[in-house]
């Protein structure tokens, strides 16, 4: 790996203002690689897990839901916050599990990804699940999800329509279409 | 579009907790549709761009940067925030000229994604760009950024090794495998 160390930023101080359920935030006053100082806004969170999951007959399970930042409904990829210790993947299977009765044979990691690093430190796995077998969803009391299963070509036209438009989602779209031109199901 | 009345969460109140340069955090109190009520932590931020730029060459224009939130250097796309009633567009030209001195002929918009929408409204708006022409950039005095040119190859190994890991970049990257398997250069 290349040394980097000319493009550290060195903490000077620490604040922290809010710690929330879900998040905390804290500002830093930071020393610049140019001697100078700034401020970094930071939120921090526990990090997350997503669910490609793909049916026998190339269907992809999808979750429509409201969003408050967004004070919209979009259809989005089952996905979940890990709890405390939780080991990713044992989350995927149970935030697959909750939001749609799906069960699934077969996980691979796709990617792992931080959602907005310029001022968040969220990781979000990204797993593609498949063999997957059908059972009763189990939300949480205050979850409110409507389960879908999307051909791709419906999920391009979700995508169009602005119903799909969240970072994993739109990540999974291009995945999955990879898939399919590598000739896979 | 279908009827997503019965999904949506009403805010009952709303308390700015802070306000900063690049993100305000508010907490909101909302009625679930259950009757229950629940707090919302929402990070509010102005929106950005990214920008997937290709050389005639075929390679991506890709910077290295440090991210105070992860405390780690990494590779991405040249990206940045939207300036007060900047068109997204324009931002892309500006932040790609900018922070890797390349200015491109033709622009294509990928996709407009949140980039976390369990609690952020920040909205990421990908470009295609291509059609390169190499100029000189001009960082802000602040920021300090490493230019490089990467085939995908390149970048795949980038993206196993960790460097390449935050959502917008990954999601190009199988975009422009996408690209690359549909025979476009």
Redesign the interface.
Known sequence: ??D?Q????KTISSQT??E????T?K??E?L???G?T????????QG?VAVMALTDEGKLVAV???????EQ??V?LP?G?LEPGEEPLACAKRELQEETGYQAKDYTLL????????????I?HLYLATGLTKGESQPD??E?V?VLELTLEEAHEL?R???I???????AL??W??RL??GKK
Not at 38 to 45: C, Q
């Open positions: 790996m290349k980097t000319h493009l550290y930023e203002i809010y929330g359920k879900v998040i935030l500002v830093d930071v610049l690689p140019n100078h700034a401020k970094r806004e930071i939120v921090t969170h997350a429509r839901q409201f969003r408050k930042p967004l409904v979009i989005e996905a916050k990617s792992s990804f931080y959602t907005s690093p310029g001022f968040a430190n969220e979000l009391e205050d409110f409507e995508h329509l602005g119903e438009r969240d970072a994993k989602t739109v990540a291009f995945a279409e990879n031109l590598h």
